[in-house]
């Protein structure tokens, strides 16, 4: 059905473009005038290439009229007959209308498999070379799919992954202890909203450690679930870098306190602070950490250890507003002593992204004294 489309196609294209051509129309004009090379165009009148249902659609228009139409004009050549006659046939109208509303299906089928075929492999060629791992399941939760750096990541085959799930992984991957990413999967199935994770711990079965952070993303069929597609970041390095930094910074003997800050008007969230500065503050048991104590509650316990707290608070609120950088003062604590308190801020890119602090003990006179 196609060649014969195909041909019913250049039959009348070669006789009303010789008319077209009669009137000072030339193919290089018709090839401009529809974004196309020349010898494109030509190989689409000619029946030798097969083009887009709108291509055909744009030169049967120019040319004559309506593409089915053109066809039947085609067919009546074909059948050595006047092209241009009977042109209001009901009966043969009504059948080429339907070749005509055929063709997109016969003669672009080609071309959108080539160009289906060619986009899956641009996504695949994509999703391969990323530096994550990447992971696709189905509505069952099976593992379909698995990107190559995962083998790199894990030093594991596909094979091996796919065809199993998140929830048989203790049994089917024993290579892999993957219990963290896997509550994690099954929050992002329950839910049926995006998860993010940071810093999971992975552990091979050679006692290698792994810290992975990424999206779990469920795919959704109108409100039913779908399947899933995984991200996995190796953030090994970070995590490692961020303990040794953590561990330095105990090792002071000055308190110290981090607290990241985006911008002066969003509260900070995340801060971090050494045993030294505990200590100083009596807040030996709690824990201090963002996810446990919000930061604005662990100001107000800080303040409820201080003498002068609203002189300070006073001081840091002007900072934190951006109204100030340095900020230095005396702290005078409840239980006795007074400390020197400092803070700047933490720039890069001339971005602000926290506040540093230090807090230590004034050495008295008589302390100095007796030294």
């Known amino acids: 059905m196609k060649d014969e489309i195909l041909e019913l196609f250049r039959l009348a294209s070669k006789f009303f473009f010789k008319k077209y051509k009669e009137t000072g129309g030339s193919q290089s004009q018709l090839a401009e005038e529809f974004g196309v090379t020349q010898s494109y165009l030509s190989s689409v009148m000619n029946g030798s290439r097969s083009a887009s249902f709108e291509l055909y659609n744009r030169i049967s228009e120019r040319l004559y009229g309506p593409l089915d139409k053109f066809i039947a004009a085609g067919r009546r050549i074909q059948d050595g007959l006047d092209p241009l006659a009977d042109e209001g046939a009901e009966s043969e109208d009504s059948v080429e209308k339907l070749i005509a509303q055929l063709t997109y299906y016969v003669m672009d089928y080609k071309r959108l ?109 109108g409100d039913a679930f779908d399947g899933m597609i995984c991200t996995l970041r190796d953030t090994t390095i970070t995590q490692n870098l961020s303990d040794l930094l953590n561990q330095s910074l105990e090792q002071n003997q000055e308190g ?58 006073n001081l840091e609120n002007e900072a934190f507003a951006g109204q100030r950088d340095h900020v230095q003062c005396i702290i005078q604590m409840n239980k006795g002593g007074e400390y020197q308190w400092s803070s700047k801020p933490l720039m890069t890119d001339n971005r602000l992204i926290g506040r540093f602090a230090t807090i230590k003990k004034i050495k008295t006179k008589t302390a100095q004294k007796n030294k």
């Open 113 to 221: 498999q080539q160009d289906m075929s060619k986009q899956k492999v641009f996504y695949e060629t994509i999703i391969e070379n990323l530096q994550s791992g990447v992971i696709v399941t189905d509505k069952k939760n099976k593992i379909i799919y698995v990107n190559r750096f995962m083998e790199k990541m894990f030093g594991m085959k596909a094979n091996k992954i796919v065809g199993t799930t998140p929830f048989d992984s203790d049994t089917n991957i024993l290579e892999l202890d993957t219990g963290s990413l896997n509550r994690e999967y099954r929050k992002a199935v329950e839910k049926l909203t995006p998860v993010y994770y940071e810093q999971i711990p992975i552990t091979t079965n050679s006692d290698q450690l792994f810290y992975i952070s990424g999206w779990i993303i469920p795919l959704l069929k």
């Open 256 to 313: 110290i306190l981090v607290v990241q800050q985006d911008s002066p008007a969003n509260v900070p969230k995340a801060y971090f602070a050494n045993t030294a500065f505990s200590e100083i503050f009596d807040l030996a048991g709690l824990d201090l950490k963002p996810n446990r104590v919000a930061f604005l509650e662990f100001i107000e316990i800080m303040k409820r250890k201080m003498k002068n707290a609203s002189q300070w608070e």
